[in-house]
């Protein structure tokens, strides 16, 4: 479910009135893993994410990947919503049964989790930990940026809860002809991403180094870094973009626009 609806009473001009809205849903989701070989399974709370509910295998596969936890489909066995109990919300935690091949990244947990906007890490020390993980090389293509001011009504167009809600993020893919290849609405941006990069994952997809990925807000390092591991070679925004977000882009070699609008964009990452 995306949206919920809600009781209010509207304000215009002094005139009050009881009315329906209908709001963004968000709510926890707990990602747990079961890992070992087989005579000694162990079972492990990784992360607990807000989240819209829905597309949530991809979401959590999304997220395993571009963390660095997985590398390929054939990492995990199984991934499943837990059943309910009496001390969890149904369909709010999700077991990901690990393949015995996988060994726990520590290196990868020990760093807490640093794609969260407000961990205030070193920006140095990111961009180098995210490139000496990627997996592809991304390289340079060429496009009619002038497709990039059709984008933004695409996206609009397709944006169903946020047009019901007016408070959901969304990221969306799209081919270098401007078509509409996929998109994923979430309240976290972080998490709209990882449910596209999540969906084509599991579909071996990746890299998607033919692809456009549009965001619906400002562009953060959280989603270039997301981004890069996908090899995704061109990020255009509706906002701005952060300073930490273009440094990456040019060290990953990733295309940034932001501003993006009808016949108009900025350019972040001249040649």
């Keep these: 479910m995306l949206?919920?609806?809600?009781?209010?009473?509207?304000?215009?001009?002094?005139?009050?009135?009881?009315?329906?809205?209908?709001?963004?849903?968000?709510?926890?989701?707990?990602?747990?893993?079961?890992?070992?070989?087989?005579?000694?399974?162990?079972?492990?709370?990784?992360?607990?994410?807000?989240?819209?509910?829905?597309?949530?295998?991809h979401l959590v596969l999304g997220f395993l990947f571009t963390e660095g936890i997985i590398d390929q489909p054939s990492d995990v066995l199984e991934i499943r919503h837990c059943e309910q109990t009496p001390t969890e919300a149904k369909g709010n935690v999700i077991k990901v049964w690990m393949n015995p091949h996988?060994?726990?990244?520590?290196?990868?947990?020990?760093?807490?989790?640093?794609?969260?906007?407000?961990?205030?890490?070193?920006?140095?020390?990111?961009?180098?930990?995210?490139?000496?993980?990627?997996?592809?090389?991304?390289?340079?293509?060429n496009f009619q940026h002038s497709l990039l001011g059709t984008l933004p009504e695409k996206l609009r167009i397709a944006q169903i809860a946020f047009k019901h809600t007016g408070g959901i993020h969304a990221s969306a893919l799209f081919d270098?002809?401007?078509?509409?290849?996929?998109?994923?609405?979430?309240?976290?941006?972080?998490?709209?991403?990882?449910?596209?990069?999540?969906?084509?994952?599991?579909?071996?997809?990746?890299?998607l180094a033919q692809n456009i990925l549009l965001v619906s807000g400002r562009l953060s390092f959280e989603l270039i870094q997301k981004a890069a591991t996908a090899g995704i070679p061109v990020i255009a925004a509706i906002g701005a973009p952060s300073t930490l977000a273009v440094d990456l882009a040019k060290k990953m070699n990733i295309k940034c626009f932001g501003f993006v609008k009808e016949n108009r964009w900025n350019d972040y990452t001249p040649e």
């Design 102 to 141: 996988w060994i726990w990244p520590r290196q990868s947990m020990d760093r807490n989790f640093y794609t969260t906007s407000s961990c205030g890490v070193c920006g140095k020390s990111s961009i180098d930990a995210i490139h000496s993980r990627c997996s592809f090389s991304i390289q340079p293509i």
């Design 3 to 57: 949206a919920r609806p809600f009781p209010i009473i509207r304000t215009i001009d002094d005139l009050s009135q009881p009315e329906m809205d209908v709001l963004a849903e968000e709510s926890p989701l707990e990602i747990r893993l079961i890992f070992g070989q087989n005579d000694h399974r162990e079972e492990k709370a990784l992360s607990v994410t807000m989240r819209t509910p829905g597309d949530d295998m």
């Design 176 to 207: 270098l002809k401007g078509n509409l290849i996929s998109i994923a609405e979430d309240v976290g941006r972080h998490n709209a991403l990882d449910k596209i990069i999540g969906k084509a994952f599991v579909n071996n997809q990746l890299p």
